[in-house]
């Protein structure tokens, strides 16, 4: 497969308290037409900062160095009308809470086909455009509803405005971003159904971001998972589930909290970090009950072992021990 | 732990409660309807035990903390705490008063419930003046005692919310809460917002809270594997009824109620299939 999306050597630096710091380092992965990448992880691990430097939509001040190519073309870059064209034809973008991004005093009609009549379609032609793609996320009554206003809809009907708006022009790339983090879970189930079904039948590539390794277990094709502003491991979903690789993907499995059985957690120490936080060598270090003197001396590179890939030096004497149930850590 | 129900004497007990909110319409309520969020609840909550709600929006758990802490009037039915049962109508401040030493509630996000300015060991420190008469000797040495309690040591006691992390700010909204001495906790979601390592922390927390001061809980929670660990019971709402309850282990394992299994179903897990679960739902026309 050729890859759609190739992230090589991310960096990127935001303005915290008046000084730049690092937030992202060395970030690297591909994503392939029609799949769907995960990108796990807990507070300030840094993957709402990846999928917005592949927008080229970081907050004011914010720096990205490395290379990010969607298609061949160099993302970062791009400039004027070669950006806007980028975001605009390339990218579908889906946000946690659609009633902070979609403008409360205009119909939902305006909404949709803002990126279609921006491109100089005619507002007959958007609207029935608006229409169809209202049908693909299970809206039948579209005629009806571009003249609704955002507050006369649920929350799951709202997300799915936001995804049909997002497919407006037929993006190749989705970046999803905590989609269905604010939603029930049986709303939950009907957007991921919705998204499925979507990436089936257009070879949509989705990037899909979440705190919520069993969602991205269940419904990506590879996962990345992100540790204070550096990936830690990327397998398959199924692999990573079943024999995770770094102690920190193990350890977070283990925290989450059992349905079947009643015990006690076995909660990780301490409060993730970010980048900027984290002390020199390997960043979880402080927080892994496997770690010897020799993980606080470099920061691990990415490195392939077994099925995927891995950034901890003991990777391979830790197989399978970090999945047993002793010692377990408790904050 | 064990799963055995925790003997004790009823600390909590209602019984029919209803509410009804009425919506829209004009400005001179012409056009309203009314929309019943709890029907006909009943419940006992036994001395150190601890009872789930679950149920996802509009099922009306929250609402049921609210009239359990008096946030809301019922329009019917009857809440007893201790033996002592509730008046609907008003109420004097220091009723109001003895009402905080008997249940408490924690919300979701301890961020917008804490005051930016003032400092953790001021904020538990203005609990115990509210409700109890010690000196500051007295209060010094409580105020220290709870803090341990939640896991916070002197640096956090001197900080302001902003300087804490999430984890931290749940656990100085638990220690507040805790500071009134009450009977009940009230825990509204209380763990959702947090990262999953710092929520299985929380968990553990509330678990050793519970069997060193056998304070009672009632948990409102989406999140059906925290109410399999932090309670005996489940009660499961759907548009404000009680459709399935009964003890939480045997519930989870074998649900009797088709929203209980589709509840159930919507987790998240490998070989989940969203699509046949969304069109289950469309049949069975749950929502």
């Known amino acids: 497969m050729t890859a759609l999306l190739d992230v090589h050597d991310l960096q990127v630096h935001l303005p915290v308290d008046g000084k730049l710091k690092p937030i992202l380092s060395s970030v690297s992965f591909s994503i392939a037409e029609g799949e769907t990448l995960g990108l796990v992880g807990e507070s300030g691990s840094g993957k709402s900062m990846t999928a917005r430097a592949i927008a080229r939509l970081l907050p004011p001040g914010g720096e990205a160095a490395g290379e990010i190519r969607f298609g061949g073309s160099d993302v970062l870059a791009l400039g004027g009308s070669e950006l806007r064209a980028y975001r605009a034809r390339s990218l579908g973008m889906v946000f946690q809470d659609p009633r902070a991004h979609i403008n409360p005093v205009r119909r939902l009609g305006d909404f949709i086909t803002e990126s279609l009549r921006d491109a100089g379609q005619p507002t007959e032609a958007a609207n029935e455009r608006a229409i169809h793609l209202l049908s693909e996320v299970g809206l039948t009554d579209g005629g009806r509803l571009l003249g609704q206003f955002p507050h006369e809809m649920s929350g799951g009907m709202l997300q799915r405005v936001m995804i049909a708006a997002a497919l407006a022009n037929e993006p190749k790339l989705l970046l999803a971003d905590e989609p269905t983090t604010a939603l029930d879970v049986s709303t939950q189930a009907e957007i991921m159904a919705i998204l499925l079904e979507l990436r089936r039948e257009h070879r949509l590539a989705v990037l899909f971001i979440t705190h919520d390794l069993e969602l991205a277990a269940a419904t990506c094709d590879r996962v990345c998972v992100m540790y204070a502003g550096t990936i830690v491991e990327i397998q398959d979903a199924s692999a990573l589930f079943g024999a995770p690789l770094h102690p920190y993907t193990s350890a977070l499995l283990a925290s989450r909290p059992d349905i079947s059985v009643r015990q006690r957690a076995q909660a990780i120490p301490g409060r993730p970090l970010s980048l900027f936080e984290a002390p020199p060598g390997c960043s979880f270090a402080p927080r892994c009950r496997f770690a010897v003197e020799d993980c606080l001396a470099d920061r691990p590179d990415l490195r392939p072992v077994g099925p995927g890939r891995v950034a901890c030096i003991r990777a391979e004497e830790l197989d399978g021990a970090t999945r047993g149930s002793e010692g377990s850590a408790d904050g | ?197 710092i929520q299985a922390q929380i968990l553990n927390l509330l678990g050793d809270i519970r069997e060193q001061t056998q304070v009672s809980f009632i948990v409102v929670s989406h999140d059906l594997a925290v109410v399999r660990q932090i309670t005996e019971e489940t009660l499961v709402m759907y548009k404000g009824d009680v459709v399935e309850r009964g003890e939480t282990g045997s519930l989870l394992e074998q649900p009797n109620h088709p929203y209980t299994r589709m509840l159930l179903d919507s987790i998240p897990r490998i070989g989940w299939e969203p699509e046949r679960i969304s069109a289950e739902r469309r049949a069975a026309d749950l929502g």
């Open chain 2, 1 to 197: 732990m064990d799963e055995t129900l925790v003997a004790g004497a009823t600390i909590l007990e209602v019984e029919g409660l209803s509410k009804t909110f009425h919506v829209g319409g004009t400005w001179r309520g012409r056009g309203r309807v009314g929309v019943e969020a709890v029907r006909n609840l009943s419940l006992r909550l036994p001395q150190g035990g601890s009872i789930g709600l679950v149920g996802e929006s509009g099922s009306g758990k929250t609402t049921t903390a609210r009239l359990l802490v008096g946030l809301e009037r019922p329009d019917a039915g009857t809440i007893r705490i201790a033996g002592r049962e509730r008046s609907l109508g008003k109420v004097s401040a220091s009723e109001r008063r003895r009402r905080g030493r008997e249940i408490q509630m924690v919300f979701q996000d301890p961020y917008t419930s804490l005051d930016p300015r003032q400092s953790v060991a001021e904020g538990v420190d203005e609990v115990l003046r509210f409700h109890f008469s010690l000196d500051s000797r007295e209060r010094r040495a409580r105020i220290e005692e709870l803090l341990e309690q939640v896991g916070l040591g002197e640096r956090e006691a001197r900080a302001l919310p902003r300087g804490l992390s999430g984890g931290q700010r749940q656990r100085v909204a638990i220690a507040r809460a805790l500071a009134a001495a009450p009977s009940v906790l009230i825990l509204d979601e209380a763990v959702s917002a947090l990262d999953v390592s």
